[in-house]
Structure formats: structure tokens, C-alpha cells
């Protein structure tokens, strides 16, 4: 059974860069056959994709934050990252990891995590 | 890229069947038979319900079904139960991006 499991600072400064971790278990990330992706819901509203990255690196972002975006993969640590830069109030949600198949369904998510960005 | 579109809200009773439909363009829904939908009770991660537009992963009840047409996906609900009172998203796969419905709050009076 896999397990997504994110984990970072809960509380980042306007203008600063958000940076979380989400660690796998229960199955290789260098699997090949699936991305690894993040989601946000900022509180009482829907879901948006952030991005997602492959085994071999290659990354893929939403348009609409692709210029602060910045996804990364460690698979000697069955590990990949999200950092968010220049991040604002509009930034504050709960941020789910994922594995999303190679055709867009996300069949495991993480518990998610709270950022608040305040100062 | 824009949200794919939503009601915002449906209800329905015990037993009774009700629709969610999601609307997108020629470049996410109309051109994939992609369409993947989500199931969230308040506080918990989304859970997968149907991909590939119309398949169920091993474990949701069949009384979950989706289809397509043209370019607006549906989710169908048959045998309304207590539990399935959530919100549901729809998800589009658009080549190199997805993106996800506005929501849809159901309730089961």
C-alpha cells in the first residue's frame, strides 16, 4: 500500500519561498509509471494542481504559478519537493502530494498540510 | 488554464440518483476521455471515485458511474446513501497540465 506523507514549516513569510517534502513508502518512486504531483485547497475552497514531476525529471506546471514553481525528486530518498517562491496570503491552503497516473488520475494523496503564510 | 465548471451544489434523497455535471473545452475534456473524479468529506484528503472518464478503481461501489459528452463529463450517483454526502471534483487530463472543477457540495437530505 503506498503512503504519501508531506512534511515542512507550517508558517512562511510573505515574499518568502515555501518549501515542503513529501516522503513515500509502500513502493519505489522510481517506478516509472506514474508522476508525483502537488495540490493545493486553500480553506473552504477547491482544488488546484500545482505540478508534477517524473522519474526521469522531467517537470510539468500550472501555467498560472509556473513562474514561482519548482518541483524536484530525490530517489535515493524516495522523496520529491515543492518550493513556491515570492509566496503572498493568496498562497494559504492545505498542499496535498500525490501519485498521479500517466493519464491524470490521482490515485493516492497525502493527509495534507497547512502553510499560512503571515508575517 | 480555467477551472472546468461545476454546479455549485446538488441534493437529492435516500435511494434517489443525482447527476454532477463538469464542463470543460475542446482542450481538456472534449479532447481526452480523461476525466477522473473525487470524492472529500470535510477534513480528509480527496479519494479517487472514477478514471479514465468511466472506470471505477477496485473498491468504489458501482452505484458511481461517469461518462461523457462532448465536451461536459458527468458524474452519476444511483442508490443515494447517507455517506455519500461530500463534495465531489471532477479532473481533467490536458496534455501536459490537469485541472480540477470548482467543487460540487452534495447533499443527501
Known amino acids: 500500500q503506498v503512503q504519501l506523507q508531506e512534511s515542512g514549516p507550517g508558517l512562511v513569510k510573505p515574499s518568502q519561498t515555501l518549501s515542503l517534502t513529501c516522503t513515500v513508502s509502500?513502493?519505489?518512486?522510481?517506478?516509472?509509471?506514474?508522476?508525483w504531483s502537488w495540490i493545493r485547497q486553500p480553506a473552504g475552497k477547491g482544488l488546484e494542481w500545482i505540478g508534477r514531476?517524473?522519474?526521469?525529471?522531467?517537470?510539468n506546471y500550472n501555467p498560472s504559478l509556473k513562474s514561482r514553481v519548482t518541483i524536484s525528486v530525490d530517489t535515493s530518498k524516495n522523496q520529491f519537493s515543492l518550493k513556491l517562491s515570492s509566496v503572498t496570503a493568496a498562497d494559504t491552503a492545505v498542499y496535498y502530494c500525490?501519485?498521479?497516473?500517466?493519464?491524470?488520475?490521482?490515485?493516492?494523496w497525502g493527509q495534507g498540510t497547512l502553510v499560512t503564510v503571515s508575517s | 488554464q480555467s477551472a472546468l465548471t461545476q454546479p455549485a451544489s446538488v441534493s437529492g434523497s435516500p435511494g434517489q440518483s443525482i447527476t454532477i455535471s463538469c464542463t470543460g473545452t475542446?482542450?481538456?475534456?472534449?479532447?481526452?476521455?480523461?476525466v477522473s473524479w473525487y470524492q472529500q468529506h470535510p477534513g480528509k484528503a480527496p479519494k479517487l471515485m472514477i478514471y479514465?472518464?468511466?472506470k471505477r478503481p477496485s473498491g468504489v461501489s458501482n452505484r458511481f458511474s461517469g461518462s461523457k459528452s462532448g465536451n461536459t463529463a458527468s458524474l452519476t450517483i444511483s442508490g443515494l446513501q447517507a455517506e455519500d454526502e461530500a463534495d465531489y471534483y471532477c479532473?481533467?487530463?490536458?496534455?501536459?497540465?490537469?485541472?480540477f472543477g470548482g467543487g460540487t457540495k452534495l447533499t443527501v437530505l
Open positions: 500525490a501519485r498521479e497516473d500517466l493519464v491524470g488520475a490521482i490515485d493516492y
Open positions: 509502500g513502493g519505489s518512486i522510481s517506478s516509472g509509471s506514474y508522476y
Open positions: 514531476i517524473y522519474t526521469s525529471g522531467s517537470t
Open positions: 475542446s482542450s481538456d475534456v472534449g479532447s481526452y476521455n480523461l
Open positions: 479514465e472518464g468511466s
Open positions: 479532473c481533467s487530463y490536458a496534455g501536459s497540465n490537469g485541472v
